[in-house]
């Protein structure tokens, strides 16, 4: 791949160049683990259904992976507050 350039915002936020995601098959919902190695940003998918993935996180973030993508509990109870019903 040709090399591609990306400009961070303010709020630390960047876009990867389409060719990127096309190359390593990047979807909306794709989840990537961040890690800094020798100064080079590094990273590696996470693929929810696998164990050998989730090997290495603690057990709060394995389980954390394990619900990514289902209901937020946080938004259910905040409109759970907003109806009045507590």
Do not use: C, H
């Amino acid at each position: 791949m040709e090399r591609q350039i990306t400009t961070f915002g303010a709020d630390g936020q960047f876009v990867l160049p389409m060719a990127v995601k096309e190359e390593l098959g990047i979807q909306a919902g794709s989840q990537y683990e961040i890690s800094v190695r020798n100064q080079e940003i590094v990273l590696q998918p996470i693929n929810i259904a696998s164990e050998e993935n989730t090997a290495d996180l603690k057990p709060i973030e394995r389980l954390r992976a394990m619900l990514a993508g289902g209901p937020s509990l946080e938004d259910e109870l905040l409109e759970w507050r907003r109806s009045e019903k507590w």
